[in-house]
């Protein structure tokens, strides 16, 4: 199967390094023209250095969200994919139930749900309007069960971001757009993945290894054809899906 998306214009969010990083590579090499976007400054550089548009926004502030596609859409004309990779434990590693505050509560809420919401609203029209788009968002195999962070405030917003892709996918589907998710499994993909793995005694590793069929820990890259995968046209009678992609979690 060549999946190609020449002439396609697709913006992944959580670009800076990882999962997005990776899936912003893919669809470049697929011929897409790739925005790049997170809120952290270092996005320019990689931007810079992978040869994409790059972005610095906060995608937790709605406003924020809106002008990002509208100064993508004024640019190329067009606005066909949604990888929406941004999110993860915002720096909340090892808070306890007691530890939980309305500030950490909404800013790991922000990360990972607002975030999805605001870019996702803000790109509906522009893909009904062409009768064709893709979201897809990576989520977590915390979204669908208790998760390896022990963080109750990310499992949660894992939850809620699949409930919110099975509910864009009801209302989008008329107008030619597929929403669906990938839930990876355990992947070093960021600094807190990896802190929290080399924080495990061996045996722990060992435990969490014994628990994925296939023996190994998944790569950004194995999200990334996964994603490509449901952006695809050969996907396109599949919507409102979470694709887990954890090497077979027993």
């Known amino acids: 199967m060549d999946i190609r998306f020449d002439g396609k214009v697709v913006i ?11 899936i912003g590579a893919a669809f470049r090499d697929s011929g897409a023209r790739v925005h790049l976007v997170d809120r952290d400054p270092g996005i320019i550089e990689v931007g810079r250095d992978l040869k994409m548009a790059a972005h610095v926004v906060d995608l937790s502030k709605r406003e924020a969200s809106a002008e990002l596609v509208r100064s993508v859409v004024a640019e190329e004309g067009r606005l066909d994919v949604l990888a929406l990779a941004a999110g993860g434990i915002a720096g909340l590693a090892g808070l306890s139930l007691e530890g939980i505050t309305d500030e950490n ?3 790991i809420m922000g990360a990972n749900v607002k975030s999805a919401l605001w870019l996702s609203q803000a790109a509906a029209p522009v893909m009904t309007k062409a009768k064709w788009g ?41 107008g030619g757009v597929t929403v669906n998710s990938v839930a990876p499994g355990f992947i070093l993909s960021s600094p807190d993945a990896r802190n929290q793995w080399e924080g495990w005694t061996p045996e722990r590793r060992s435990q969490v290894l014994a628990q994925i069929n296939t023996g ?7 999200i990334a054809s996964a994603t490509l995968f449901l952006a695809s046209a050969q996907a396109s009678w599949i919507t409102g899906q979470v694709i887990s992609v954890d090497g077979g979690r027993a």
């Open 12 to 22: 992944v969010t959580g670009g800076a390094q990882g999962i997005g990083q990776a």
């Open 105 to 107: 509560w909404d800013r």
């Open 134 to 174: 893709r979201i897809i968002v990576i989520s977590s195999g915390a979204g669908l069960r208790p998760s390896l962070t022990g963080l109750h405030g990310y499992t949660s917003s894992k939850h809620a971001v699949i409930g919110l892709m099975k509910q864009l996918s009801v209302g989008l589907a008329g």
């Open 216 to 222: 190994r820990l998944g790569t950004p890259e194995d």
